[in-house]
């Protein structure tokens, strides 16, 4: 996508994910960071919504911990259920939610032990995304110039391909079904958002007052840029960061739900989906539900906090 | 306005040759290539390795291949001759200038190694069913994005808009692919099976879609036939809208909040409008300023959602073609739909920039 | 009785000849999130026809308010209107009618003019067409005549070349030339009643000499009646034949201008006029308002204007004071001052009022 230099189209407050924060943000940000992550966490406490999202987030997590530990997940040890029902069972007491078809195997657990894939992947492909982004877009923005231009034109390249399409290529062609590949393809074609909005923190308050005192003194670039520049830009990457990992839990479940992610012997929500779909005729309806409620109801948990993040960082809103 | 449009177009310009080396550099850095069907069979012979490297041109360094592949490099050429086409005019200009006719620039996109037919002809026939299904999608999502946006916006706060909101928030957090197996399940199934799970027509009364025999059919029959494509669209378009509609309804609806909260709209109350005319007229032309280009620019996911969407109901359109061809490590298909999908990316944010200055009388180009 | 007489007692609320507008004990509320904004409290005027009323005050003190509650277009809820708020129009209680009845006062009967003009005028829309489009609601022409009317209202606003301009969209045209098209479209269905909400506030100096000059003149042309909502008073001497002044939603002094301005009442007003930089006070102190405005969520219990006020006694911190008839006749002012027994500090207090401004013009006669 080429940058239009003609005119910025006006976007509704409501879709704002990159706040410039005011100047005296800035400041407090250098001087004393204390205040402003209480003055943060002040706002996201007001964010209802947010925080029922951290909770269940918490809960995710520990349950991906804990949970498999519990319930182990074996590929090759095969359930023997009280009765042999080919199409599975529908949710009861025994089983909340219910029994898949064939192995019967039963779907809490399955969840349960995909919540650990699936959170893994889409947490870390974030981080490894964040973290390219992170340091593609303080180069451009610190040094500008050719390194930018080049840079930069390369995010506009990236934006325009496909980029569901281009994972899925990737994962088939360089994946073999660990989750390690899987996560470093997804961080590898997350990075752009984040390059965007580091630069363009860089070329805000590169040229601030207190950045050019630092650097008047002789402050090192490398600790401008550590104490004075990235913090500065946190915000926006974390509100944008959450966006990553709503995007790639659900990117990562397609891909392995076509077969070319996760090894599909492992339970992956994805997998446990794709599965699901040769039994439609049989209709077993719980099979697929569970696994999927477990994938909105995490993307709305992570799509609330950063809601509440984003109110939390901005210095418009009132503490 | 004319000066702005070239100027669009010439900085795209980069931007879609980039696209092309990525892609390219995609492909060559899969293990394998396009020999890796062969790696593992003893009946190929060397000499017949050798002889499928020299007609692929896999013998030739990199960039060579590359400047084929684009249709910059004349591949009967010698030496500098490369870069002159048979017609002695550089290689990459239009055919009839340059008598050139491989590669991408001349709409040559090779042949697909499994069946061995022109991908653009895979591509062109994969093309209907995908406009069908997305054109449909489109229609639709735009109506009820902004429907349902504009209405939640007037009436703030009501129960219909709080019903609009979950909606949103629980529809974005939908995986499309999810949605569409739970309504195959909820309307194919056992239960209440009154829509087809999947496909583009009734196969026991229909010739399959594309087929010249398909097209005596529908010629016969044009009614029963349009019936069946609207009977099959139905899941798949409600799968590929959802996401796109939960988005858009809420910006629409921020948009229009913003917009009615502007002085114009208390001037147009005062000067005596009907409600109609003041929401519907004054607001809403501004409110929709931002949504073109905001749906402008999500077009193109519109398609990336049709290969998710495409897949599960066995839809004959690219995305289907995409997902056999990514199985089949099909290279000349993945190419020409990656290509065509980005070129597509690029016009459709340059259509976006026009199209709001068009619109929006204050921009000046 | 001069136009802006308080209607005390128990008048018939039906047109009498000459009256046009008569607010009686107006109350508007805003519902917000940390409470109740008591915006406008028992305002009452009236507004013969033909005359112009000014309504001065700080921002906050009500008067776009009042306006807006008139023209009813303040959005119900926030706003509340509150039981027993009046305003006849005509004969009729705008506040009682039904939406539809209301639209079609609105832009016909009266019009507004706003502060804005910007971003009044609607950006996607050429300025033409919205005048257009309020002639063709109410006047129900043909597209061609209400084309040809719109013409004729921006020359007759002075705007050069009207043809064209009409065909012009509101950003090309300057701030001056904006807001004469909203002079324009606000007088394009020959309202009975102009309302200008600080109509020159945006705009620069000499263009808010031209734009109050322009108003003036048509109003005198057209008949029509003209409310001036403004906080300078500059505006008001120049412009109106009544002024009510506002302070925290209250109407605190009424009377004609000449007396308003020369012979203020009301320790409040005296404030304001004294605060005005003139040339005569040059080289003297400028003398402000002592402390601020009060916040709408904790009004002072009595008078409201008692903890500025710099000859308050207890009787203000005990009673709110009425809007009563002063010593002078026809004129009213809300303040303890006027009671029988404060004879002496109203005495104090204006000839500390007619020092204050003596000083500046000692001043500037020395040098």
């Known amino acids: 996508m080429t940058q239009n230099v003609e005119h910025q189209p006006p976007v509704p407050p409501a879709e704002i994910t990159d706040t410039v924060p005011s100047a005296a943000e800035d400041y407090e940000v250098g001087l004393k960071s204390l205040n402003q992550w209480q003055l943060a966490w002040r706002k996201f406490r007001r964010h209802h919504l947010a925080l029922i999202g951290l909770g269940v987030i918490a809960t995710m997590i520990a349950t991906a911990i804990v949970g498999p530990i519990l319930m182990p997940f074996e590929f090759t040890t095969i359930p023997l259920p009280d009765e042999i029902v080919y199409a599975g069972r529908p949710p009861s007491l025994q089983h909340v939610m219910g029994e898949t078809g064939g192995l019967q195997r039963d779907v809490f657990e399955l969840v349960v032990n995909g919540a650990r894939t699936s959170l893994l992947i889409g947490f870390s492909s974030m981080a490894i995304g964040v973290f390219i982004g992170t340091i593609l877009g303080s180069v451009a923005g610190f040094v500008g110039g050719v390194v930018d231009n080049v840079l930069m034109r390369l995010v506009d390249i990236m934006l325009s391909l496909p980029i569901l399409f281009v994972i899925l290529v990737a994962s088939r062609f360089f994946g073999n079904g660990s989750v390690g590949l899987v996560i470093i393809i997804f961080g590898a074609f997350s990075w752009m958002g984040t390059s965007r909005l580091v630069r363009s923190q860089f070329l805000s308050i590169r040229e601030r007052e207190f950045v050019e005192a630092a650097r008047a003194v002789g402050v090192r670039d490398r600790r401008i840029i550590f104490r004075h520049i990235l913090p500065n830009a946190f915000s926006p990457i974390v509100v944008a960061a959450s966006l990553i990992v709503a995007g790639n839990i659900i990117s990562e479940a397609f891909v392995s739900f076509l077969g070319f992610g996760v090894n599909p012997t492992s339970p992956t929500w994805g997998n446990i989906l794709s599965n699901a779909l040769t039994f439609i005729p049989l209709g077993n309806w719980w099979w697929p539900l569970f696994p999927g409620l477990a994938i909105i109801l995490t993307v709305l948990a992570v799509n609330f906090i950063g809601d509440g993040l984003r109110d939390a960082f901005d210095p418009r809103s009132r503490a | 306005m004319m000066k702005f449009v070239t100027r669009r177009v010439l900085q795209a310009i980069p931007v879609l040759l980039g696209v092309t080396v990525v892609v390219y550099a995609i492909l060559l850095a899969a293990p394998g290539g396009p020999e890796a069907k062969f790696a593992q069979n003893p009946r190929i012979t060397q000499a017949q390795k050798d002889s499928f490297r020299k007609a692929w041109g896999l013998d030739q360094p990199i960039p060579i291949q590359y400047g084929r592949w684009m249709g910059i490099l004349n591949p009967s050429g010698e030496g500098l001759g490369v870069l002159i086409g048979p017609a002695g005019l550089p290689n990459f200009l239009p055919t009839p200038l340059s008598g050139a006719t491989n590669g991408v620039l001349h709409g040559d996109f090779g042949y697909s190694i499994d069946s061995g037919e022109p991908v653009s002809n895979r591509i062109i026939r994969a093309a209907l069913p995908t406009f069908i299904l997305a054109g449909t999608a489109l229609v639709l999502w735009i109506v009820v994005a902004i429907v349902l946006g504009v209405y939640a916006a007037i009436h703030r706060y009501s129960l219909f808009d709080q019903g609009a909101t979950v909606f949103a928030y629980v529809g974005y957090a939908m995986p499309t692919f999810w949605l569409g197996i739970m309504l195959i399940f909820a309307f194919s199934g056992p239960g209440l099976n009154i829509l087809p799970a999947g496909g583009m027509t009734e196969t026991r009364i229909s010739p399959p879609f594309g087929s010249p025999e398909y097209w005596v059919y529908f010629g016969s029959n044009t009614p029963q036939a349009l019936g069946d494509i609207a009977k099959h669209l139905v899941l798949p378009v409600i ?61 193109p996911f519109l398609f990336t959602g049709a290969i998710v969407t495409e897949t599960i109901f066995s839809w004959p359109g690219i995305g289907k073609l995409t997902i056999d061809a990514t199985r089949d490590f099909d290279y000349p298909i993945l190419m020409g739909v990656l290509l065509v999908t980005s070129v597509m990316v690029v016009l459709a944010n340059l259509l976006a920039d026009i199209l709001y200055g068009v619109i929006d009388p204050r921009i000046k180009y | 009785m001069t136009a802006a007489a308080a209607t005390t007692g128990a008048s018939t609320p039906h047109s009498d000849g000459d009256r046009l507008l008569d607010v009686r004990n107006m109350q508007t509320r805003f519902h917000v999130m940390d409470g109740v904004v008591p915006a406008v409290d028992g305002v009452s005027f009236t507004l013969d026809r033909g005359r112009t009323l000014g309504i001065v005050g700080e921002s906050g003190s009500g008067k776009s308010v009042t306006a807006l509650t008139i023209m009813r277009l303040l959005d119900i809820p926030p706003a509340e209107i509150g039981a027993g708020s009046e305003a006849w129009f005509d004969g009729r209680d705008l506040l009682a009618l039904s939406e539809s009845e209301m639209r079609k006062v609105r832009g016909k009967d009266i019009a507004m003019i706003f502060q804005e003009p910007l971003t009044s005028l609607n950006p996607v829309f050429t300025v033409g067409a919205q005048i257009a489009e309020q002639v063709q609601t109410h006047l129900h022409v043909r597209a061609r005549e209400a084309w040809s009317r719109v013409v004729e209202m921006l020359r007759l606003v002075g705007i050069p070349s009207p043809e064209r301009r009409a065909k012009q969209y509101p950003h090309e045209l300057s701030g001056g030339m904006r807001q004469r098209v909203m002079i324009a479209m606000a007088l394009s269905c020959e309202p009975k009643l102009l309302i200008a909400d600080e109509p020159t506030t945006a705009l620069d100096v000499t263009v808010q000499a031209q734009i109050l000059e322009l108003l003036k003149t048509i109003q005198q042309r057209t008949g029509s009646a003209l409310i001036m909502i403004t906080h300078d008073l500059g505006v008001i001497a120049e412009t109106v034949d009544d002024v009510i002044v506002m302070y925290a939603g209250q109407v605190v002094e009424q009377g004609s201008v000449a007396d308003v301005l020369l012979e203020p009442r009301m320790p409040y007003t005296m404030g304001l006029i004294e605060s005005i930089p003139t040339v005569e006070k040059r080289g003297g102190r400028l003398s402000a308002i002592s402390g601020v405005v009060p916040s709408p969520f904790h009004l002072p219990p009595a008078c409201r204007f008692e903890p500025r006020c710099p000859y308050a006694w207890d009787t203000c911190r005990d009673r709110m004071p009425d809007l009563s008839v002063t010593r002078d006749a026809e004129r009213h002012a809300r303040c303890h001052l006027h009671v029988a027994g404060a004879a002496s500090r109203l005495e104090a207090a204006v000839s500390q009022h007619r020092q204050n401004m003596r000083v500046g013009r000692q001043l500037t006669d020395s040098v």
């Open chain 2, 239 to 299: 799968t590929l809208v959802v996401v796109n509609i939960a988005g858009d309804s809420r910006f629409v609806r921020a948009s229009m909040l913003e917009s009615l909260g502007q002085d114009y709209v208390r001037t147009a109350r005062a000067k005596g409008l009907p409600a109609r005319t003041v929401n519907f007229k004054h607001a809403l032309r501004n409110a929709l300023l931002p949504v073109v280009t905001n749906i402008g620019l999500e077009i």
